[in-house]
């Protein structure tokens, strides 16, 4: 019998500005531990300045079972690259959005290139009741998935 599929988004602030190579570790890690617990997803990390400080934010949404997130959970909040994670939803799926792991980011590369981060985790628009909204949100999952640096796949 199949267990049911459900997705945990989450999101948690880094603790330092991270290395490319310290987003590498994270990825190698989560590709090979996320397939044998049969967990998809994607976790995006993004640098640029948040309530007007510079700083770098995660942003995860996993699918699996409920006692496969709920243990990558545990693991993920004893990281100590990134502290308060707050899980924004957790919730049964019909189906996957997503078919594998993959870690999309989006570095500061120099001084004048510094992203404005407030609109890219307002949670707020996550659960807009306005689809166009939430499109417009959404869209920049899709946008790391298809196009922005990613580690993991194609």
């Given at each position: 019998?199949?267990e049911?599929?459900?997705?945990l988004i989450?999101?948690s602030q880094?603790?330092s500005?991270?290395?490319?190579d310290?987003?590498?570790?994270?990825?190698?890690?989560?590709?090979?531990?996320?397939p044998?617990?049969?967990?998809?997803?994607?976790l995006l990390?993004a640098?640029g300045?948040?309530?007007?400080k510079?700083?770098?934010r995660?942003?995860g949404?996993?699918?699996?079972s409920?006692k496969?997130?709920?243990?990558?959970v545990?693991?993920?909040q004893?990281?100590?690259?990134?502290?308060n994670?707050?899980?924004?939803?957790?919730?049964?799926?019909?189906?996957?959005?997503?078919?594998?792991?993959r870690l999309g980011?989006r570095?500061?590369e120099n001084?004048?290139?510094i992203?404005?981060?407030d609109?890219?985790f307002?949670?707020?628009?996550?659960?807009?009741?306005n689809d166009?909204?939430?499109e417009?949100?959404l869209?920049?999952f899709?946008?790391?998935?298809n196009y922005?640096?990613?580690?993991?796949?194609?």
């Amino acid at each position: 019998m199949k267990e049911e599929t459900y997705q945990l988004i989450y999101t948690s602030q880094a603790t330092s500005l991270l290395s490319v190579d310290q987003l590498r570790e994270i990825d190698q890690k989560a590709t090979f531990y996320n397939p044998i617990h049969d967990i998809t997803g994607i976790l995006l990390y993004a640098e640029g300045l948040f309530s007007s400080k510079l700083q770098g934010r995660f942003l995860g949404v996993l699918e699996g079972s409920f006692k496969a997130l709920e243990k990558l959970v545990r693991i993920i909040q004893k990281d100590g690259r990134h502290f308060n994670l707050v899980v924004l939803y957790m919730g049964l799926r019909e189906h996957r959005d997503y078919i594998r792991w993959r870690l999309g980011y989006r570095k500061k590369e120099n001084k004048n290139d510094i992203i404005s981060l407030d609109e890219f985790f307002d949670i707020d628009l996550l659960f807009a009741e306005n689809d166009l909204e939430k499109e417009q949100y959404l869209s920049q999952f899709i946008y790391f998935e298809n196009y922005g640096n990613s580690m993991s796949g194609a």
